[in-house]
């Protein structure tokens, strides 16, 4: 299991934005990292994902245009930069890492089970109108 650390979030005004950071301590071995979302009485929904070691990123659609992750190995993290927020961007925003053996780029790494990943516990991101 890969400890997993999230921080960054807060409360701002629509088309404002935030970073979001999820801190670890070793990722040996982990080809999928990916930050996920959760609002009330919602399913947990991909954001985007990133394959370690590549240049390789995915996002949903909702989100494609507006986030970027990317990782920062000097300071061990993965970040997750959100511009142009709405309020439907509101949520309790995850980080979790994993390794997917079958997995070749950010979208392999998107479209697989995340169900035996290692989770953070989670920051919150409000989005006000």
């Known amino acids: 299991q890969v400890q997993l650390e999230e921080s960054g979030g807060g409360s701002v005004q629509a088309g404002g934005h935030l970073r979001l950071s999820c801190e670890y301590k070793d990722i040996s071995g982990v080809n999928c990292m990916g930050w996920f979302r959760q609002a009330p009485g919602r399913e947990r929904e991909g954001v985007a994902a990133?394959?370690?070691?590549?240049?390789?990123?995915y996002y949903s659609d909702s989100v494609k245009g507006r986030f970027t992750i990317f990782r920062e190995e000097v300071d061990n993290r993965v970040e997750l930069q959100m511009d142009g927020l709405r309020p439907e961007d509101t949520a309790m925003y995850y980080c979790a890492g994993m390794t997917e053996r079958f997995s070749r780029t950010a979208y392999d790494c998107y479209t697989s089970s995340w169900d035996f990943a290692s989770w953070g516990q989670g920051t919150q991101v409000v989005v006000s109108s």
């Open positions: 990133i394959y370690i070691g590549r240049r390789s990123t």
